[in-house]
T-cell receptor, first 112, second 115 residues
Framework: SQQGEEDPQALSIQEGENATMNCSYKTSINNLQWYRQNSGRGLVHLILIRSNEREKHSGRLRVTLDTSKKSSSLLITASRAADTASYFCANAFSGGSYIPTFGRGTSLIVHP | GAVVSQHPSWVICKSGTSVKIECRSLDFQATTMFWYRQFPKQSLMLMATSNEGSKATYEQGVEKDKFLINHASLTLSTLTVTSAHPEDSSFYIC???????????FGQGTRLTVV
């Protein structure tokens, strides 16, 4: 399967702490996107990082990409209770049909 | 980033009826659109890929006669769940790809409940 896999599957932290989620994939990618999904809701696009980029920031979010290890990480700094959600990475693969595929996601709970 | 609009955001229908979900790319031409389905607490699973003006390609196990996909224009794709049953209740989400940039953008999803 070309699916990305997020790690850990579940993460529980206290407000103010940092949360780190990882995503691994199996084949070469064109870009990788991180999404947030609140319970019962749609996907919210967080960050897109291209294969030629190594790091990207957006507010309290920091995404890194290591194409040699075929992995990406999403860091949320100074977490808030409102960050409680599931986080998914989606890969768009190069050399193929560019079909975005999702991992199982990381369920993040931030306790106030 | 580009905007993909999905409508409706939620729908409740009676068993045996059909439901149509629309996916529109608002500011770019989407030559390819993808439809996904998500069961509670699970990942999004690709159902089908549609290219403008041609038949959709369905993933294994997805009934093409039940989930009708039409991609008649470069900005609109529709998914029709025919003769819906309670087990079709799920979260459906579309994605549209910009051919020029090969990036895909996602709609907000549609929660279907069949009663």
């Amino acid at each position: 399967s070309q699916q990305g896999e997020e790690d850990p599957q579940a993460l529980s932290i206290q407000e103010g702490e940092n949360a780190t989620m990882n995503c691994s994939y199996k084949t070469s990618i064109n870009n990788l996107q991180w999404y947030r999904q609140n319970s019962g809701r749609g996907l919210v696009h967080l960050i897109l990082i291209r294969s030629n980029e190594r790091e990207k920031h957006s507010g309290r979010l920091r995404v890194t990409l290591d194409t040699s290890k075929k992995s990406s990480s999403l860091l949320i700094t100074a977490s808030r209770a409102a960050d409680t959600a599931s986080y998914f990475c989606a890969n768009a693969f190069s050399g193929g049909s560019y079909i975005p595929t999702f991992g199982r996601g990381t369920s993040l709970i931030v306790h106030p | 980033g580009a905007v993909v609009s999905q409508h409706p955001s939620w729908v409740i229908c009676k068993s045996g009826t059909s439901v149509k979900i629309e996916c529109r790319s608002l500011d770019f031409q989407a030559t390819t659109m993808f439809w996904y389905r998500q069961f509670p607490k699970q990942s999004l699973m690709l159902m089908a890929t549609s290219n403008e003006g041609s038949k959709a390609t369905y993933e294994q196990g997805v009934e093409k006669d039940k989930f009708l996909i039409n991609h008649a224009s470069l900005t609109l794709s529709t998914l029709t769940v025919t003769s819906a049953h309670p087990e079709d209740s799920s979260f459906y989400i579309c994605s549209a790809r910009d051919q020029v940039n090969t990036e895909a953008f996602f709609g907000q999803g549609t929660r279907l409940t069949v009663v």
